[in-house]
């Protein structure tokens, strides 16, 4: 859980528009995408560096309400990994959250990435 000054309608936009996504991710160097905001069901590829890319499917979506989530699917090697990011409204600012599962040691290594990534997300 991370908290931040930003509003809760920009870090919203900042998670539901994937080409938004490496403003705020360092890990990020870009996404292809074929929408302009998330969408269940639909699929891309995040770039990473060195040319690592990482295949994702969304698999939810709930922008309504003063609670907002999302959740997805990644793949990495033969590994895939659940996320499910959630966007609070907390007096002028925000919280956000972000659950993991997949294999304990990725995990593991993801947690410190992860965590960065959502403190710039929420500045």
Known sequence: ?????????????????????AE???QIRGVTYQGE???PGAAGVVHGPVGVRVPFRIVAVDADGPVRR???EVRVLTMTLW???????????VRTRLS???PAPVVAMYRPVAWA???????
């Open 83 to 93: 996320l499910e990011h959630v966007v609070e409204a907390r007096g002028t600012g």
């Open 117 to 123: 990534a959502l403190r710039r997300l929420v500045r």
């Open 37 to 39: 905001v998330i969408a």
């Open 70 to 72: 999302w959740a997805w």
């Open 1 to 21: 859980m991370v908290d931040g000054p930003c509003g809760a309608d920009e870090v919203w936009d900042r998670y539901a528009r994937p080409s938004r996504w």
């Open 100 to 102: 993991v599962a997949g």
């Open 24 to 26: 705020w991710a360092p």
